[in-house]
């Protein structure tokens, strides 16, 4: 079955620098790679989204990049901001399903 | 315009008690998925519905979890009998149909099972 590997578990990066969460997967026939955001007592929420046929996809200062090839792809997020500490979770699709990386805990210092 | 409502938000049960979850999709989403998160085991997809028939349970730990949807707009997850190790957070998610993956989640439900 699909496996979503997901780096690195916990991140600590000073507010205004960026942030970079990476992930890979291992079906090739995958083609459909959502990161979601998890705050603390809610549901994760969907925040950016990249299909196979693009590389990359920009949403002001979150992005994402594909690498197919290789099978992997990458959050980032530039110019950090408190708001922007919760769990963030890479995903891919199987079927009608998507599969869930073992998420990222995201902390942004002052 | 509601989200995926989940009911309770919190649920306190002794062992071997029934525990019934609760869940309505955002209406005119055809897909309704259950899953279960925990620190050990991350987000795991339990069970998901399209069109309200089961499709896939091959997630449900075992014969003590089912889920039914009655209707397009409610769905349930019942656990009995409960156990400690069935503490979790329940989350329901939904979907506007096959071929569309942007899953929408509710605020889930903090089981604890004592």
């Known amino acids: 079955g699909e496996n979503v590997e997901q780096h690195p578990s916990t991140l600590s990066v000073q507010e205004g620098d960026s942030a970079v969460i990476k992930c890979t997967y291992s079906?090739?026939?995958?083609?459909?790679f959502p990161w979601y955001k998890q705050e603390l007592g809610k549901g994760p929420q969907l925040i950016i989204d990249?299909?196979?046929?693009?590389g990359e996809k920009k949403d002001q200062r979150i992005a994402v990049t594909l690498n197919k090839t290789a099978k992997h792809f990458s959050l980032h997020i530039t110019e950090t901001q408190p708001e922007d500490s919760a769990v963030y979770f890479c995903a891919v699709n199987r079927d009608d399903k998507i599969i869930f990386g073992k998420g990222t805990r995201l902390h942004i210092l002052p | 315009d509601a989200g995926v409502i989940q009911s309770p938000r919190h649920e306190v049960t002794e062992m071997g008690q029934e525990v019934t979850l609760r869940c309505k999709p955002i209406s005119g989403h055809n897909s309704l998925f259950w899953y279960r998160q925990t620190m050990m085991r991350g987000l795991e997809l339990l069970i998901y519905?399209?069109?309200?028939?089961?499709?896939?349970d091959s997630g449900m730990p075992e014969d003590r979890f089912s889920a039914k949807m009655p209707n397009a707009s409610f769905s349930t997850l019942k656990i009995q009998p409960s156990e400690p190790r069935d503490s979790a957070v329940y989350f329901c998610a939904s979907k506007p149909g096959q071929g569309n993956y942007e899953q929408y989640f509710g605020p889930g439900t903090r089981l604890t099972v004592t």
């Open positions: 990249i299909r196979s046929n693009v």
């Open positions: 519905f399209n069109n309200n028939v089961p499709i896939d």
């Open positions: 079906d090739s026939a995958s083609n459909y």
